[in-house]
């Protein structure tokens, strides 16, 4: 006889941790790759636009059903221009430093959603006792530090440029996070993440029309199509589903610490494609980075 304690592993759960992984794994290399043929502006516009045009069905759909929820479009307007915010400063980063040391240096994300949790989310602030959550805070924060401070062209202008708009993007990330989890807390993610593609991108091609140059993808050859096709799908379209359908099954945490190991992978990628390597330095306290989020993530799950 089997006994009721035991939990078996969520196989579905398990498959979309694994595909959300290897999705925001691959989908830095296409955006870094992209910087040669086009503009941030112009690539964010591009991408986002195929993303857009994939979950259009389901939305058309799901209204069509009647599943659609009325007050989704008021819902989605917050959320959706922080993300406006952050995909641009994301897209630029890319411009100025190598993807596995950008990816690293935006976990420091972890540190504002903490921070704006507890400020809030008043059933997190019991996260103020836990030595758990304060210990993960201070290695995140020295990880940060870390990384940073010891990257070789540390003091170069390119790099401090690469540094600024990563941190930004982390603190973008951050605010996004806060108001999907407020404004869709009682919506079905696939359709909030459809109505918000949209806002996004009638954002995004504005931006590209007044600072891009949209008149470049014309010329672009069939690589870069590919690269812009291939980073829509995996990093944006299919990977937040994936994500969400983690969290749906089995909670945030396991997801959560499951995705701390994406720019590991990121890094694999990107030595063999761009070369990029982190020193001793930054391995150390990269593992420090990522040891202290999941701490901090971790600490969550025994919230009261």
């Known amino acids: 006889m089997k006994s009721p304690n035991v939990r078996k592993i969520d196989a579905t759960a398990t498959l979309a941790c694994l595909g959300a992984l290897v999705c925001w794994s691959v989908g830095p290399i296409f955006i870094k790759l992209l910087t040669a043929s086009v503009d941030s ?18 939305m058309i ?35 100025y430093i190598d ?34 959550f304060w210990l993960g805070m201070t290695m995140s924060v020295a990880g940060v530090i870390g990384i940073t401070v ?9 790099t401090m440029t690469g540094i600024i708009i990563t941190l930004l993007s982390a603190a973008a990330w951050a605010v996004y996070t806060i108001l999907v989890r407020v404004s869709f807390r009682d919506i079905d993610s696939r359709n909030g993440f459809s109505v918000m593609s949209i806002y996004t991108t009638a954002g995004l ?20 199509w590919v690269y812009v096709v291939v980073s829509a799908l995996m990093s944006i379209a299919f990977s937040h589903v994936l994500y969400y ?58 919230l009261g």
């Not at 976990?107 to 704006?116: D, L, P, Q």
């Not at 091609?205 to 870069?224: N, Q, T, W, Y």
């Open 99 to 132: 993807p596995a040391f950008m990816y690293l240096l935006s976990k420091s994300a972890v540190i504002w959603i903490a921070g704006f949790s507890l400020i809030f989310f008043a059933d997190e602030r019991v996260l103020i006792r836990s030595k758990r």
């Open 150 to 158: 010891f990257k070789k062209d540390f003091t170069a202008a390119s």
């Open 205 to 224: 091609a504005v931006l590209a029309l007044i600072f891009g140059k949209v008149r470049d993808c014309a010329s672009m050859g069939i690589v870069p």
């Open 41 to 58: 502006w112009t690539q964010n516009l591009l991408r986002y636009l195929v993303a857009c045009f994939f979950w259009l069905p389901f």
């Open 61 to 95: 759909f799901s209204r069509w059903r009647g599943r659609l929820d009325s007050g989704i479009w008021r819902k989605a307007a917050l959320p959706a221009a922080a993300n406006i915010v952050m995909q641009c400063l994301w897209a630029a980063a890319y411009y």
């Open 245 to 302: 359908a983690a969290i749906r099954r089995i909670g945030a945490t396991i997801p959560s610490l499951a995705l701390l190991a994406t720019p590991l992978l990121v890094l694999a990628i990107s030595y063999v494609v761009f070369g990029e390597k982190l020193n001793a330095f930054q391995w150390l306290f990269g593992i420090i980075l990522l040891s202290g989020a999941g701490l901090a993530v971790w600490a969550q799950e025994h």
